[in-house]
């Protein structure tokens, strides 16, 4: 197996995101397969999972302690992808308190879903989803949406904002995340024909913007099945037409990433 182009696949689903089809094991065992030294879960954190917001909906992820950090080889990480869900930037859950843990049993102290869910979290991708709520909003109002989630300190990287469908300041946002250490995402899923050649042109041009300002990147195949994991033909491809910095590229090796990730969230 030669190597891969990139050394971290930090954006991949497992069974948990529900309409995607492959277990953490699966897909450890598909890295390792593409010879990656990192792999970062990152199940959707979202009302897709549960339109009721009961915690119990959510138990999956606040078990993360029963993952070994490297499983055959490979470093396993813990994340979601979180979406964004108003013009603050806030993310899901943010603002719904829970009465009660998993069993029933009420907390003594208010809680918020979000806090209960991202306790053991290593780093949250910032995603959106439904764009609903930003139908109307002004180029202004949806740069501070993105800068808001970026000052969440566990959001290390913005998760397709090529084909998110909300326009925004890319220079804003992307020196924003500049300032914060944190990351773009270059997303091997946006390169899928049916998102069409706007999609494709609106990711290369944030990814141009990202070298010519110093910005770093992540890639993520955001694979839904084992099979797609490691493999980012698209994103390896389009930067090598731009002659992206190989430098400014956090996941090219598993301790750039790592490093990145420490520098940014202070974990
Ligand atoms: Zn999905
Ligand atoms: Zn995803």
């Known amino acids: 197996m030669p190597r891969p182009p990139f ?20 897909c450890v065992a598909a890295a390792r397969e593409a010879s990656l030294e990192l792999i970062g879960s990152t199940d959707h954190y979202s009302c897709m999972i549960s339109p009721t917001l009961h915690v119990r909906d959510y138990q999956h992820f606040i078990n993360f302690a029963m993952w070994p950090r490297f499983w055959d080889g490979v470093q396993v990480m813990r994340g979601v992808e979180a979406d964004i869900v108003d013009l603050g930037g806030h993310l899901f859950g943010w603002d719904m308190v829970l009465q009660e843990g998993i069993t029933g049993r009420a907390f003594h102290h208010e809680l918020t879903l979000k ?15 439904d764009q609903t709520f930003a139908e109307g909003a002004t180029i202004g109002q949806t740069t501070d949406m993105y800068v808001g989630a970026l000052d969440d300190p566990k959001v290390l990287i913005l998760g ?14 992307l020196l924003a995340a500049k300032k914060r250490g944190k990351l773009i995402e270059i997303n091997e899923h946006s390169f899928a024909p049916h998102y069409g050649e706007h999609t494709q042109r609106a990711c290369r041009h944030i990814a141009e913007r990202c070298a010519e300002l110093g910005v770093m990147i ?34 090219r090796d598993a301790k750039t990433f790592l490093d990145t990730l420490d520098n940014a969230l202070g974990t």
């Not at 050394?7 to 699966?26: K, M, N, P, Q, W």
């Not at 397709?160 to 946002?173: E, I, K, N, P, Y």
């Not at 992540?218 to 033909?233: N, Q």
């Open 7 to 26: 050394a971290c696949d930090v954006h991949t689903h497992t069974l948990f995101s529900r309409h995607a089809y492959s277990t953490i094991g699966e």
């Open 115 to 129: 806090e209960y869910v991202w306790r053991d979290l290593d780093y949250v991708i910032a995603s959106i989803h």
């Open 160 to 173: 397709h904002t090529g084909r998110a469908g909300v326009r925004f300041d890319v220079d804003t946002v």
């Open 218 to 251: 992540s890639t993520g195949t955001d694979a839904h099945i084992a099979c797609d994991v490691g493999r980012f033909d698209h994103t390896a491809a389009m930067l090598r037409e731009i002659h992206f910095p190989p430098e400014l590229v956090a996941t």
